[in-house]
């Protein structure tokens, strides 16, 4: 699936950052894991888990489930 949308010239945000903070967002409402989010970014589990950081979402320990899809998508 993609999604297009379209943003304000004034917010001045680039395409990566618009992508970061909806992944984050998804991770904290629990729709996605690190590891996935990591690799749609390209990046590792814990660069992402880094980058939570930036964007206020604090990071809950992996349940026993989550630890079993990142491995599943690594």
Request: charged content about 40%; aromatic content about 4%; proline content about 3%.
């Amino acid at each position: 699936m993609k999604v297009v949308m379209e943003l304000p010239d004034e917010l001045k945000l680039k395409e990566d950052e618009v992508k970061i903070a909806a992944l984050a967002k998804l991770y904290e409402l629990g729709k996605i894991s690190s590891g996935k989010a990591a690799k749609l970014l390209g990046i590792s589990r814990v660069e992402f888990l880094d980058l939570l950081g930036k964007y206020k979402v604090q990071v809950e320990p992996d349940t026993e489930e989550d630890l079993l899809k990142d491995i599943e998508n690594a």
